[in-house]
């Protein structure tokens, strides 16, 4: 499976963006998909989840703010990213879980900054 991310860029603070991941087959099987994020000299952490049936999950920091969702026909994963602030600075991921096998996209950069 190969995941493009895409959407990031510069926004200011209050502002919203959507990121986009693309996959390379379909995503109907993919259990659980998620976005990460990876700001300058820290972790990678988990924003959030969503699995097949729906269900998703955010870190408490992405609650309220962020919306994941994921389009099966598409072959695709967003994450809707409203109220930005300057600590969601960071490059940010798309994961795929199929089998017990990660798969990554290459990251897309998020700069919230006035």
């Known amino acids: 499976v190969q995941l493009q991310a895409s959407g990031g860029g510069l926004v200011q603070p209050g502002g919203s963006l959507r990121l986009s991941c693309a996959a390379s087959t379909g995503i109907f099987s993919i259990t659980f998909m998620a976005w990460y994020r990876q700001a300058p000299g820290k972790e990678r952490e988990l924003v959030a989840y969503?699995?097949?049936?729906?269900?998703?999950n955010y870190a408490d920091s992405a609650k309220r703010r962020f919306t994941i969702s994921r389009d099966n026909t598409k072959n695709a994963m967003y994450l809707q990213m409203n109220n930005l602030k300057p600590e969601d600075t960071a490059v940010y991921f798309c994961?795929?879980?199929?089998?017990?096998?990660?798969?990554w996209g290459q990251g897309t950069l998020v700069t919230v900054s006035s």
């Open positions: 969503i699995m097949n049936n729906g269900v998703a």
């Open positions: 994961n795929a879980n199929l089998r017990g096998i990660n798969y």
